[in-house]
C-alpha cells in the first residue's frame, strides 16, 4: 500500500466521526491533505449550533382497571449546554441592545494538541505531548464563558487535574487583572464544598488554574431518587450553599451560581466552581462596571414597564427575542455579568451585587429543581427581567414540597436584598428546619430509651404553645395545613375528571376527621404523662412512637395527592379512608425492635408510608418497588418488626399485580418474621392475605387451614376490630367460592357491622360492604334484598365520591343486575309484571356506560361488561335490534382487549348469537354460536354459562333445518338435543336459582 493510499483511507475514518466546522479547517492548517479538504468544503463560517429541546418523560402509570397512561412533557429550561457561539454580551452602545458575540477564537493549545494528534494518525509517529507547564494535556472537556477546561496529568504529584486556560490574551491590563479574579479567589478557599485549587499561573500570556479534578455530573444534571426526591435535593443543594457561605465568609461572591456551576462528584460530595464572577465583597465598581450598570439598568427597566420599543441587531434579529439567552453568561470582553435565569434583580438592573445576590441565585436553581420550573418566567431576557424585578413570582404546576421550604425560598427570592435572608447561613437553617424532623426525633427516641423520650417528648410538647400540651396543630404544618389542602385541591380541579370536585370534598372530609383526632390523640397522651402523671415513659414513648407513624402515613398520602391524575383523582377518597385509625395508638402495645440511635428508622417508616399510599392509589408497581427498598432498609438495620411489615406490604402489592407464586413465599416470610418479633397484628394481616390468595386461586382447602391460624392469632391479638373485619371479608369470599353463600352473608354482614361502627355509616369502606353482602344475597337468589343493599351502596358513593365518580358505575351495574334477576323469575309467570324490572336495569346499565365512559373512555373493556349486560335487558324488552347493536359493540371491545378465547368474549357471543336468531339472521348466529361452544370446550366455565351457549346453539340448530334436506335435519335435530340435555344438567348443577331455565330447557326437549 502506497503512502497516498495509506493516508487517504486514515482521511476518510477520520471525517467519518469528526464533524465539519470551521475551527477544525483552521487547526489543521495547509501542512497536510485534510487542510486541502476543508478548503474545498462549502461551510458556512460562524454557523450556530443547533440544539434540540430536552424531552423529560413521565414514567406510564400502572393501574388497577383499565389501560396504563404516559404523559409526556416538554423541557424547554434547560439551555445551559447551548454551542460557545450562543452565547450573549452586553453591548455598551447608548440603544441598550443584546446581541450576538463574535465567535471566540479557539485557544492555541487546542490547535497544538489536534495537529499532534492527527499528524500521528497519519504518520504513524507517536504524538508529541502537550504540556501547560508540568501539566501533560489529556483532553478538552468543556468550555465556558470565562476559558477552556482540560483534563491533565501532574507529573510530579502523580494525580489527575483539571486546569482551567483563561481567555483574554490579547485585552489590556485591567481586563487581563480581571480574568485572574477566579484564581485568587479559589485560592482563598478551602472547603469540602468548594473545587480545590492548586495553582494558578500563566502559559503564553494567558493565566491558567490547576485545581481539582471531579469525576461526576453537575448539579443541574443530577437526578435525585423518586421516591425521597425532596429529601436528596435539599441535601445536595445545602452542601452547595455551604460552599457559597464559606465563600461569602471568605470576603468573596460568586455572581453565577447556577446547577451548571455545581458538581457531584461520584462520592456523593458537591463542590462549586467557577467563580469567575467572583470578586471581594469589598471591592469598589470600576468605571467599566458603571458602563455596564446604565446599559443593564436601562434594558431592565424597560422590560418592567413594558415599553414597546423594537430590538435588533446588526443581523436584523434580537437576541431578547430568543429564548436561547436566558441560561447563557452574559459577557463584555471577558467581564461576566451573570446569567439571566439566575440573576437577582439588582444585577438585572445593574446594581452592585452581593452575597445576598448568591442567596438570590441559589433560590432560584433550587426552586427549578424541585419543582421543575423556575420562580421567574420570561421567553426574552427582556420579559425575564421584568418579571424578577417587579417579583411576579409564578405559581408552581405541581410538587410536594414541604410548606416550610416554599416559605424559605420565598424569602431568599424577594426584589429587595433587604428582606431576603441574613446570610446563607440563616437560609440553609431555614431549610433545614422541618417540623417533620422534630416530630422523628421524638419518635426515634421513643423505640428504645423510652425513659429519655419521656423528657424529650414532654419538653418537645411543652414548648409548642401556650399550654403544655398544645402542639399538635403545628405538627401538621406542612402535613394537613391550609396551604397543603389548597395545593390538594387544585391538584384534583385541575385534572378536569368529572367526580373531581366530589372526590375533593370526600378526601378533604376524610382527612380533616383524621388530622383532628391525630391532635386529639396527641393531646391525649401528652396529658395523661404532663398534666395527669398517670403513664408510665414506657408506654408514652410507644404511643408516641405509633403517633409518628400515623402522621408520616398522613404525611406521605398528602404529598402523593398534591400531584394527582384522574386515576389518584378515582381512588383518593378510599385511600384516605384507608389509612391506620388513629385511635390504636390508645394501646400501642408493640414497640419498633431498632437500636435508638440508627436514625435510618425514620427511612423506614417514610418508605413504607409512600408505598402503602402508592397502594392506596392503585400505583402498584411504584409501591413495589418502594417496598423493595423498605425492605432492604429494614434488612440493614435488623429489625424483625420493621422487616415483617415490609414484607407484608410487598406481599400485598404481589397479591394486586396477581403474581400469586412470590405473594405466597413473600407472606409467608412475613409470617416467619412477624413470629421473630412477636407481632401478631402482622401475623394477623399476613394469613389474611395468605387467604385472598388462596381465594384467587382457588385453593379453598388451604385457606381453610390459613383461616383456622388467622382465627387464632386474632384471638390472642384481642381487641382488633377492623382486622376482624378484613378477616371476615376475605373469609366470606372463600365461602361463596366453596358454594356457601349463606355463611357468605352473614361473614360479610358481620365486616359491615365492624366497619359501620368504626368508621361511621358512610364511609366508602361500609359501602364495600354492603356490595358484598349483595352479591352474596344475589347468589342465594334474593335479589330483591340484594337490590336494597346495593342501593344503599351507591348511595354513600355518590355522596362520598359524586355521581359520575367510576365506583358509583359498578352500584349501578349491581342495581341492574338485582332489578334483571327480580325481572326474570316474574317473567315465568308474568311477563308484563317483568317489563318494569328489565327497563329499570336498562337504564341502570345505560347510566354504567355513560359514567365509565366519561372516565375511561369508549372502547374501555369495563364499558363493554356494562354494555353485555345493558343489550341483555334490551332482548329481554324484545328490542332485539337495539340489543344486536349493544351487544356487537361490546364484542368488539372485548375481542380487542381481551383476545377471542376470553370467557367474557364467548359470553357475548352467545347473547349476541341469540339475538339474531331471534332476528331470523339465523346462518350468522349460528356460526356465532358455534365459535361460541368451541371455545367453552375444555374450560371450567360456570355451569349456567355453559348452560346457556348449549341450549342457544340447539335452538339456531333446528332453525338452520327449516329447508335443509331430511337427513341432515335429522342429524342437526339429534345433535340439537344432545346440547339442550347437556343444558338441562348445567342448569341443574347451577342449583334452584335456574329451575326456571332448566324447565324451559325441558319442555324444549319434549316438544322436539
Given at each position: 500500500m502506497n503512502s497516498t493510499t495509506r493516508c487517504s483511507r486514515i482521511e476518510a475514518s477520520i471525517f467519518s466521526r469528526v464533524a465539519w466546522s470551521t475551527s477544525l479547517c483552521s487547526l489543521i492548517g495547509g501542512d497536510h491533505s485534510l487542510g486541502a479538504r476543508c478548503r474545498r468544503a462549502a461551510l458556512v463560517p460562524g454557523a450556530p449550533m443547533v440544539h434540540a429541546p430536552k424531552v423529560a418523560r413521565a414514567s406510564d402509570r400502572s393501574e388497577d382497571e383499565g389501560g396504563s397512561e404516559a404523559s409526556r412533557e416538554l423541557d424547554m429550561g434547560d439551555m445551559g449546554d447551548m454551542g460557545e457561539d450562543q452565547r450573549v454580551e452586553l453591548d455598551g452602545v447608548a440603544d441598550d441592545l443584546l446581541r450576538p458575540a463574535a465567535p471566540v477564537r479557539v485557544a492555541a493549545i487546542d490547535a497544538e494538541h489536534m495537529r499532534n494528534a492527527v499528524a500521528a494518525r497519519l504518520f504513524g509517529a507517536a504524538a508529541d505531548p502537550v504540556r501547560i507547564g508540568r501539566y501533560t494535556i489529556l483532553a478538552r472537556l468543556g468550555a465556558g464563558g470565562m476559558g477552556v477546561v482540560y483534563s491533565a496529568y501532574?507529573?510530579?504529584?502523580?494525580?489527575?487535574?483539571?486546569?482551567?486556560?483563561?481567555?483574554?490574551?490579547?485585552?489590556?491590563?485591567?481586563?487581563?487583572?480581571?480574568?485572574?479574579?477566579?484564581?485568587?479567589?479559589?485560592?482563598?478557599?478551602?472547603?469540602?464544598?468548594?473545587?480545590?485549587v492548586f495553582e494558578f499561573d500563566t502559559f503564553r500570556g494567558q493565566v491558567y488554574v490547576a485545581m481539582e479534578f471531579v469525576e461526576g455530573q453537575t448539579l443541574r444534571d443530577w437526578e435525585p431518587e423518586a421516591e425521597a426526591r425532596v429529601a436528596e435535593i435539599l441535601d445536595m443543594f445545602s452542601q452547595a450553599g455551604r460552599g457559597l457561605a464559606a465563600a461569602h465568609a471568605a470576603g468573596l461572591i460568586h455572581r453565577d451560581f447556577k446547577p451548571d456551576n455545581a458538581l457531584v462528584g461520584k462520592d456523593g460530595r458537591v463542590r462549586v466552581l467557577d467563580f469567575g464572577l467572583a470578586r471581594g465583597i469589598d471591592e469598589e465598581v470600576d468605571a467599566e462596571a458603571d458602563t455596564q450598570k446604565r446599559s443593564a439598568s436601562s434594558m431592565a427597566k424597560g422590560s418592567a414597564s413594558a415599553a414597546s420599543k423594537t430590538e435588533a441587531s446588526a443581523s436584523g434579529k434580537g437576541v431578547l427575542d430568543s429564548t436561547d439567552s436566558l441560561s447563557a453568561p452574559l459577557t463584555r470582553t471577558g467581564a461576566i455579568l451573570g446569567t439571566p435565569a439566575y440573576m437577582a434583580p439588582e444585577q438585572h438592573l445593574g446594581q452592585r451585587a452581593d452575597a445576598r445576590s448568591d442567596q438570590f441565585a441559589f433560590c432560584v436553581a433550587l426552586w427549578e429543581k424541585l419543582y421543575g420550573q423556575r420562580p421567574y418566567l420570561g421567553k426574552t431576557p427582556r420579559e425575564l427581567a421584568g418579571a424578577v424585578v417587579r417579583g411576579d413570582l409564578s405559581e408552581p404546576e405541581s410538587a410536594a414540597v414541604p410548606q416550610h421550604v416554599r416559605r424559605a425560598l420565598e424569602r431568599g427570592l424577594a426584589v429587595d436584598a433587604g428582606e431576603r435572608w441574613p446570610n446563607m447561613d440563616s437560609l440553609l437553617a431555614a431549610l433545614a428546619d422541618d417540623p417533620r424532623k422534630r416530630r422523628r426525633r421524638v419518635a426515634l427516641a421513643s423505640v428504645g430509651a423510652l425513659a429519655v423520650v419521656a423528657g424529650l417528648g414532654w419538653g418537645f410538647v411543652r414548648s409548642q404553645g401556650p399550654g403544655p400540651c398544645e402542639g399538635g396543630e403545628r405538627e401538621l404544618e406542612g402535613v394537613w395545613d391550609d396551604d397543603t389542602r389548597a395545593k390538594v385541591e387544585r391538584s384534583f380541579l385541575a385534572t378536569k375528571a368529572p367526580y373531581a370536585e366530589n372526590a375533593w370534598q370526600g378526601t378533604a372530609r376524610l382527612l380533616d376527621d383524621y388530622a383532628e383526632d391525630w391532635v386529639d390523640m396527641h393531646r391525649e397522651v401528652c396529658e395523661a404523662s404532663v398534666v395527669r402523671k398517670e403513664e408510665s415513659p414506657e408506654l408514652v414513648g410507644?404511643?408516641?412512637?405509633?403517633?409518628?407513624?400515623?402522621?408520616?402515613?398522613?404525611?406521605?398520602?398528602?404529598?402523593?395527592?398534591?400531584?394527582?391524575?384522574?386515576?389518584?383523582?378515582?381512588?383518593?377518597?378510599?385511600?384516605?379512608?384507608?389509612?391506620?385509625?388513629?385511635?390504636?395508638?390508645?394501646?400501642?402495645?408493640?414497640?419498633?425492635?431498632?437500636?435508638?440511635?440508627?436514625?435510618?428508622?425514620?427511612?423506614?417508616?417514610?418508605?413504607?408510608?409512600?408505598?402503602?399510599?402508592?397502594?392506596?392509589?392503585?400505583?402498584?408497581?411504584?409501591?413495589?418497588?418502594?417496598?423493595?427498598?423498605?425492605?432492604?432498609?429494614?434488612?440493614?438495620?435488623?429489625?424483625?418488626?420493621?422487616?415483617?411489615?415490609?414484607?407484608?406490604?410487598?406481599?400485598?402489592?404481589?397479591?394486586?399485580?396477581?403474581?400469586?407464586?412470590?405473594?405466597?413465599?413473600?407472606?409467608?416470610?412475613?409470617?416467619?418474621?412477624?413470629?421473630?418479633?412477636?407481632?401478631?397484628?402482622?401475623?394477623?394481616?399476613?394469613?389474611?392475605?395468605?387467604?385472598?390468595?388462596?381465594?384467587?386461586?382457588?385453593?379453598?382447602?388451604?385457606?381453610?387451614?390459613?383461616?383456622?391460624?388467622?382465627?387464632?392469632?386474632?384471638?390472642?391479638?384481642?381487641?382488633?376490630?377492623?382486622?376482624e373485619a378484613d378477616f371476615d371479608l376475605h373469609?366470606?369470599?372463600?365461602?361463596?367460592?366453596?358454594?356457601?353463600?349463606?355463611?357468605?352473608?352473614?361473614?360479610?354482614?358481620?365486616?359491615?357491622?365492624?366497619?359501620?361502627?368504626?368508621?361511621?355509616?358512610?364511609?366508602?369502606?361500609?359501602?364495600?360492604?354492603?356490595?358484598?353482602?349483595?352479591?352474596?344475597?344475589?347468589?342465594?337468589?334474593?335479589?330483591?334484598?340484594?337490590?336494597?343493599?346495593?342501593?344503599?351502596?351507591?348511595?354513600?358513593?355518590?355522596?362520598?365520591?359524586?355521581?359520575?365518580?367510576?365506583?358509583?358505575?359498578?352500584?349501578?351495574?349491581?342495581?341492574?343486575?338485582?332489578?334483571?334477576?327480580?325481572?326474570?323469575?316474574?317473567?315465568?309467570?308474568?311477563?308484563?309484571?317483568?317489563?318494569?324490572?328489565?327497563?329499570?336495569?336498562?337504564?341502570?346499565?345505560?347510566?354504567?356506560?355513560?359514567?365509565?365512559?366519561?372516565?375511561?373512555?369508549?372502547?374501555?373493556?369495563?364499558?363493554?361488561?356494562?354494555?353485555?349486560?345493558?343489550?341483555?335487558?334490551?332482548?329481554?324488552?324484545?328490542?332485539?335490534?337495539?340489543?344486536?347493536?349493544?351487544?356487537?359493540?361490546?364484542?368488539?371491545?372485548?375481542?380487542?382487549?381481551?383476545?377471542?378465547?376470553?370467557?367474557?368474549?364467548?359470553?357475548?357471543?352467545?347473547?349476541?348469537?341469540?339475538?339474531?336468531?331471534?332476528?331470523?339472521?339465523?346462518?350468522?348466529?349460528?356460526?356465532?354460536?358455534?365459535?361460541?361452544?368451541?371455545?367453552?370446550?375444555?374450560?371450567?366455565?360456570s355451569p349456567d354459562a355453559q348452560a346457556e351457549t348449549a341450549f342457544a346453539l340447539a335452538q339456531a340448530l333446528i332453525a338452520s333445518t327449516a329447508k335443509a334436506p331430511a337427513a341432515e335435519a335429522d342429524a342437526a335435530r339429534e345433535r340439537a338435543r344432545g346440547l339442550a340435555e347437556e343444558a338441562r344438567e348445567h342448569y341443574r348443577e347451577a342449583g334452584d336459582a335456574y329451575r326456571g331455565e332448566r324447565e324451559e330447557v325441558e319442555a324444549w326437549i319434549e316438544a322436539l
Open positions: 501532574d507529573t510530579q504529584l502523580d494525580r489527575k487535574i483539571a486546569i482551567k486556560l483563561l481567555r483574554g490574551v490579547d485585552e489590556e491590563q485591567a481586563h487581563h487583572a480581571r480574568m485572574t479574579r477566579e484564581a485568587q479567589a479559589l485560592a482563598k478557599l478551602s472547603h469540602p464544598n468548594v473545587v480545590q410507644r404511643k408516641m412512637v405509633c403517633l409518628g407513624q400515623r402522621l408520616t402515613e398522613l404525611e406521605q398520602l398528602t404529598g402523593l395527592l398534591v400531584d394527582a391524575d384522574p386515576d389518584v383523582v378515582s381512588r383518593a377518597v378510599v385511600a384516605a379512608g384507608s389509612l391506620s385509625r388513629i385511635e390504636a395508638c390508645a394501646k400501642a402495645e408493640a414497640l419498633l425492635d431498632s437500636p435508638v440511635d440508627d436514625a435510618r428508622v425514620g427511612q423506614l417508616e417514610r418508605l413504607l408510608a409512600n408505598a402503602n399510599g402508592r397502594k392506596a392509589l392503585a400505583k402498584y408497581d411504584e409501591g413495589l418497588e418502594i417496598a423493595e427498598k423498605a425492605l432492604a432498609l429494614a434488612r440493614e438495620i435488623g429489625t424483625a418488626h420493621g422487616e415483617g411489615r415490609a414484607l407484608l406490604l410487598l406481599g400485598d402489592l404481589q397479591t394486586k399485580r396477581r403474581d400469586l407464586d412470590a405473594a405466597k413465599q413473600t407472606l409467608r416470610e412475613a409470617l416467619r418474621r412477624a413470629d421473630v418479633a412477636g407481632d401478631d397484628a402482622t401475623r394477623v394481616q399476613a394469613l389474611t392475605q395468605l387467604m385472598r390468595v388462596s381465594f384467587l386461586e382457588h385453593d379453598l382447602d388451604t385457606g381453610e387451614i390459613l383461616a383456622a391460624d388467622a382465627r387464632a392469632a386474632l384471638d390472642r391479638l384481642g381487641d382488633a376490630p377492623l382486622l373469609y366470606g369470599s372463600l365461602a361463596m367460592a366453596r358454594g356457601d353463600n349463606q355463611s357468605a352473608g352473614e361473614y360479610h354482614r358481620r365486616a359491615l357491622e365492624i366497619r359501620e361502627a368504626q368508621l361511621g355509616a358512610d364511609h366508602p369502606e361500609v359501602a364495600i360492604s354492603l356490595t358484598n353482602i349483595a352479591n352474596a344475597l344475589t347468589a342465594q337468589g334474593q335479589h330483591d334484598k340484594a337490590e336494597a343493599h346495593a342501593r344503599r351502596a351507591l348511595e354513600i358513593f355518590e355522596a362520598q365520591l359524586g355521581a359520575d365518580h367510576p365506583y358509583t358505575a359498578a352500584s349501578h351495574n349491581n342495581i341492574g343486575n338485582s332489578l334483571l334477576e327480580q325481572g326474570r323469575h316474574l317473567a315465568w309467570t308474568d311477563r308484563a309484571r317483568a317489563r318494569p324490572y328489565f327497563r329499570q336495569a336498562a337504564d341502570h346499565y345505560q347510566q354504567a356506560v355513560r359514567i365509565r365512559e366519561a372516565n375511561l373512555g369508549s372502547d374501555h373493556p369495563s364499558v363493554a361488561l356494562n354494555l353485555h349486560n345493558l343489550g341483555e335487558a334490551q332482548r329481554l324488552l324484545g328490542d332485539d335490534d337495539e340489543a344486536e347493536a349493544t351487544f356487537a359493540r361490546s364484542l368488539e371491545i372485548k375481542r380487542e382487549h381481551l383476545g377471542p378465547e376470553h370467557p367474557s368474549v364467548t359470553m357475548t357471543m352467545t347473547g349476541l348469537g341469540r339475538v339474531r336468531l331471534a332476528l331470523g339472521k339465523t346462518k350468522s348466529a349460528l356460526d356465532l354460536l358455534e365459535q361460541a361452544a368451541a371455545a367453552r370446550k375444555g374450560r371450567k366455565d
